[in-house]
């Protein structure tokens, strides 16, 4: 069964380092996100993304956060100049047309020191 | 605005037990609920999903939720608990099942079974 992948599992940065997490979504799919879940508290909802926009995002997605789909098919969630709070663990869905569930990956754990 | 609250972060229950995992949710319109399953080391698995079908959803590995919507509740059964079930469980709530579903999840809650 085709699968959400997500590389690295792991990523150690300093804090105020830009990190790049890494997605590669079902290949039909249409409809990609970020959700992020910080040790112990909820997972979240990050940014969706449609038709090479943002469909919608959250108040957690500022401006040190942006996405791109570069070449079909990589999906990536860049973080500029990480902190602290941004120590989690990052999941990436893809959802295909109609009424499918979203997919998830195995989610990348970022950890700022 | 959405909202879900699963009710116990800790769960633990003997093999063979019922497992009963409770989700209340709060939604102006009519909700899609779901709930997922975190295996250790894993990402998150889709095990039902309500869709406002049939209120009693069948899920895999044995699971189902009956969706109450004068208890504004998708709580999350089994009858028979299996070592293997042991994982995070998250109920979700959605406005929309079509075009970009944006999920509201739960808090999580970790069931353990004892042998």
């Known amino acids: 069964e085709p699968e959400v992948t997500q590389t690295p599992s792991h990523q150690v940065t300093q804090m105020g380092q830009e990190v790049i997490l890494r997605c590669v979504p079902i290949?039909?799919?249409?409809?990609f996100y970020w959700y992020r879940q910080i040790l112990g508290q909820k997972v979240e909802f990050l940014v969706s993304?449609?038709?090479?926009?943002?469909?919608?995002k959250s108040e957690i997605f500022d401006d040190q956060f942006s996405v791109e789909r570069p070449d079909g098919s990589n999906f990536t969630l860049k973080i500029r100049s990480t902190k602290l709070e941004d120590s989690a663990m990052y999941f990436c869905?893809?959802?295909?047309?109609?009424?499918?569930?979203?997919?998830f990956g195995n989610g990348t754990r970022l950890t700022v020191t | 605005a959405q909202s879900v609250t699963q009710l116990g972060s800790h769960v633990s229950v003997s093999e063979g037990a019922l497992v009963l995992l409770r989700c209340n949710y709060s939604?102006?319109?009519?909700?899609?609920l779901f709930w997922y399953v975190q295996y250790p080391n894993q990402g998150l698995q889709l095990l039902l999903k309500?869709?406002?079908?049939?209120?009693l959803v069948k899920g895999i590995n044995g699971f189902e939720a009956e969706f109450k919507k004068s208890e504004t509740s998708f709580h999350l059964t089994k009858p028979s608990a299996h070592m293997s079930d042991a994982a995070e469980y998250f109920c979700?709530?959605?406005?929309?099942?079509?075009?970009?579903?944006?999920?509201?999840f739960g808090q999580g809650t970790r069931l353990t079974i004892n042998p």
């Open positions: 869905a893809s959802k295909g047309q109609g009424n499918s569930p979203l997919h």
């Open positions: 290949s039909n799919h249409l409809y």
């Open positions: 993304f449609y038709n090479n926009e943002i469909s919608e």
């Open positions: 939604s102006s319109v009519p909700p899609y």
């Open positions: 309500y869709t406002s079908a049939a209120t």
């Open positions: 979700a709530v959605s406005y929309l099942i079509q075009g970009a579903q944006k999920l509201v």
